[in-house]
């Protein structure tokens, strides 16, 4: 792929995305808050797969130090994405239940994650050790899964898209789908940024 042609490509999924999105089916009870709805899901597992990602990443990269840049380049995207998803997650839970419940646990775990994940990477960039990155890395991803695993829920739905119909669950696994897309190429761009300069 040629890296100055790469942004335009990058553009054309994300018109594909908000495309999607706008013709994503709603249902009854949030209406067009759902398609909020459906873009916080995105991203949420987007950032989830690039945090599972940042792990692999990171367990390689302690036998690979040509890989340390690679992880910090999916840290950063990640990041991007979890803190989209927790701006968007907020936007809905205003717009649907008329506020946004700061003991939801879900929304506990997604500030925790959010901080933990800036610490990191601000951590990450500025140590000089390569093996320190890469623990900081793995470390970074265990603690995701840890807390998203142990997290309680009060007013999150327990699995919204599970029990809708099937064209809802359609959009969301092709909007998550065009979601991951995104990031891949993200990832990708800021690799081939970086080797430019």
Do not use: C
């Amino acid at each position: 792929m040629n890296p100055k042609k790469f942004p335009i490509g990058l553009i054309i999924t994300i018109f594909i995305g908000i495309t999607l999105i706008y013709f994503s089916p709603l249902d009854s009870q949030l209406g067009p808050v759902l398609k909020l709805v459906y873009l916080h899901g995105a991203l949420i597992f987007t950032g989830l797969f690039l945090f599972a990602a940042v792990g692999f990443v990171g367990i390689a990269s302690l036998l690979r130090n040509s890989l340390k840049d690679l992880l910090l380049d999916i840290e950063r995207t990640a990041i991007v994405f979890w803190l989209s998803a927790a701006i968007v997650g907020n936007i809905a839970s205003e717009l649907a239940w008329g506020g946004i419940y700061w003991n939801e646990p879900r929304l506990k775990v997604i500030i925790i994650i959010s901080l933990i994940s800036l610490s990191v990477y601000f951590l990450s960039t500025a140590s000089g050790n390569d093996k320190i990155k890469s623990i900081l890395g793995i470390a970074l991803s265990s603690i995701v899964f840890l807390l998203i695993l142990s997290a309680g829920k009060i007013m999150h739905p327990v699995n919204p898209f599970g029990a809708s119909d099937s064209s809802i669950r359609f959009f969301f696994g092709i909007i998550t789908f065009v979601s991951l897309i995104i990031s891949i190429q993200i990832v990708h761009w800021l690799s081939q940024k970086r080797k430019e300069t």
